[in-house]
Nanobody, 126 residues
C-alpha cells in the first residue's frame, strides 16, 4: 500500500514536500514515479527514480528546475520536494511503484506501475 501526503494550498512561489510512504513492501526494490492530474487533463508523469539507475528523472525542464525526487530507504518513503510553485502546478499528485527493471521511458506511462497511492491535492493560488 502506498500513502501519499503533504499536499495543500500554497501561494505562488511557495514550496511543498509530498511524501509517499509504503507499507507491506520495500520501496527500494521498486521504481517510483510521481504523477499529477489537473482537472480535465490526463494523468502525467513528472518525476521518477529507479534503483537500476541512480539518477532521478524529470519529465520537463520546468519540473527539473523546481522539483526534487528523493528516496529515504530507512523511512521506506519517497519524497517530492516542490519549490517555486506556479498556479499551473495545481493538480492531484499521485505516487506509484513499479516492480522489476523498467527503462526510464516506460516509467512515464501509468501502465508501467503496479501500486498507486490515493493522491494528494496541491493547489497553488493567491
Amino acid at each position: 500500500q502506498l500513502q501519499a501526503s503533504g499536499g495543500g494550498l500554497v501561494a505562488p512561489g511557495g514550496s511543498l514536500r509530498l511524501s509517499c510512504k509504503a507499507t507491506g513492501f520495500t520501496l527500494g526494490y521498486y521504481a517510483i514515479g510521481w504523477f499529477r492530474q489537473a482537472p480535465g487533463k490526463e494523468r502525467e508523469g513528472i518525476a521518477c527514480i529507479s534503483k537500476s539507475d541512480p539518477s532521478p528523472y524529470y519529465k520537463s525542464s520546468s519540473v527539473k528546475d523546481r522539483f526534487t525526487i528523493a528516496s529515504d530507504d530507512a523511512e521506506n518513503t519517497v519524497y517530492l520536494q516542490m519549490s517555486s510553485l506556479k498556479p499551473e502546478d495545481t493538480a492531484v499528485y499521485f505516487c506509484a511503484a513499479a516492480k522489476g527493471r523498467k527503462i526510464i521511458s516506460a516509467l512515464w506511462s501509468i501502465r508501467s506501475y503496479d501500486y498507486w497511492g490515493q493522491g494528494t491535492q496541491v493547489t497553488v493560488s493567491s
